[in-house]
């Protein structure tokens, strides 16, 4: 009989990484998710193509806009006020919140913004939502 003796394994030894970076990381992601999940809803929108300019009302529109609404509502899209063409929001509700100024936006009297002029604002908005 012989005795033989076995061959021994050797240890192994696996450290064991330091904690703390991936907290971070896992941290930095969730912000980042919170943020885009507060951003506006505008990912997927295909790039508008020019509006109907041959419609005198709706160029007419435009200007209204651009000097009453663009400074808070950029292009009718979201800015300092949420965005008013990227949702179908119905003329005569639009010009609602144009006259009354429901939340923290300013109404606009009759002398700022005329009816007609309200009119062709409404028109403009309806071309830029047909692009
Ligand atoms: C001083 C900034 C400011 C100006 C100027 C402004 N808005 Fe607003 N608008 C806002 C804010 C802020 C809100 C959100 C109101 C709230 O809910 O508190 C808003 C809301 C709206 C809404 C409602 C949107 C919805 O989803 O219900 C419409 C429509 C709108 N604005 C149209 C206009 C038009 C048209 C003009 C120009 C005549 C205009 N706004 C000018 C800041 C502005």
Do not use: K
């Not at 912000?31 to 020019?50: D, F, K, M, Q, S």
């Not at 509006?51 to 400074?71: K, S």
């Amino acid at each position: 009989m012989s005795a033989r003796r076995g061959e021994g394994s050797s240890g192994s030894g696996g450290g064991a990484c330091g904690r703390g970076a991936p907290a971070i990381a896992g941290l930095a992601a969730a912000l980042l998710l919170l943020l885009a999940a507060c951003t506006p809803v505008l990912r997927g929108t295909p790039v508008p193509g020019p509006i109907d300019t041959t419609d005198v009302r709706v160029i007419e529109g435009e200007r209204h806009f651009a000097a009453a609404c663009h400074t808070c509502h950029p292009n009718a899209l979201a800015g300092l006020g949420p965005g008013i063409v990227d949702r179908p929001l119905p003329r005569w509700l639009v010009r609602l919140q144009v006259r009354v100024g429901v939340g923290v936006m300013p109404a606009f009297s009759r002398e700022e913004i005329t009816d007609d002029e309200l009119d062709a604002l409404l028109d403009y908005l309806d071309a830029l939502r047909r692009r």
